[in-house]
Antibody, heavy 122, light 110 residues
């Protein structure tokens, strides 16, 4: 079964850091580009970051560029999102997402995790 | 990276059709055939319903269809059913490996 499982969320103070993990199973992880998408409470979806299958290419939304870092360890079938200099407005559920059946498409994610909550508050 | 514009709400009765719009610019929706639509029920992860403007992933009912004209993409749900009540989000490729979402439309089945 294809599955993504996020972890690492929690409560952190403004200016603090957190590392999110996304463990993948059921597909060839090293061949799949991965992304993070977040959703603030009661708000819409926002694409945050993406990484190629090899990890050689990374992409960020302007809102997180310079503060967040995406990475992956293909030997562990896991991708990560390092969140630094966190702001109150970064409070959201962070979803891990990928594309399997629609691999060649842009913006199409057919596999999602259940999400992990990040709360930035003093 | 400005968000795409979606109407906040839409509604229809069971069996009817409803169309939701997603308006962007020539730099995103109008410039690429990479518009996708997601359905999200409360407390659940989004589900891909349409990709590349009008393609349906396996398992998505053919009651769901997508189209695009200029800078506006549309999602049509035909034969509305109670389980179609959800939030719907569009997303478009915006060049330079950037993606932009719409603010979402809450669909109510009356």
């Amino acid at each position: 079964e294809v599955q993504l499982l996020e972890s690492g969320g929690g409560l952190v103070q403004p200016g603090g850091s957190l590392r999110l993990s996304c463990a993948a199973s059921g597909f060839t992880f090293s061949k799949s580009a991965m992304s993070w998408v977040r959703q603030a409470p009661g708000k819409g979806l926002e694409w945050v970051s993406g990484i190629s299958g090899s990890g050689g290419s990374t992409y960020y939304a302007d809102s997180v560029k310079g503060r967040f870092t995406i990475s992956r360890d293909n030997s562990k079938n896991t991708q990560y999102l390092q969140l630094n200099s966190l702001r109150v407005e970064d409070t959201a559920v962070y979803y891990c997402a990928t594309k399997i059946a629609v691999a060649g498409s842009k913006g199409a994610f057919d596999i999602w995790g259940q999400g992990t909550m990040v709360t930035v508050s003093s | 990276q400005s968000a795409l514009t979606q109407p906040p709400s839409a509604s229809g009765s069971p069996g009817q059709s409803v169309t939701m719009s997603c308006t962007g610019t020539s730099s995103d929706v109008g410039g690429y055939n990479y518009v996708s639509w997601y359905q999200q029920h409360p407390g659940k992860a989004p589900k891909l319903m349409i990709y590349e403007v009008n393609k349906r992933p396996s398992g998505v009912p053919d009651r769901f269809s997508g189209s695009k004209s200029g800078n506006t993409a549309s999602l049509t749900v035909s034969g509305l059913q109670a389980e179609d009540e959800a939030d719907y989000y569009c997303i478009s490729y915006a060049g330079n490996n950037n993606l932009v979402f719409g603010g979402g439309t809450k669909l109510t089945v009356l």
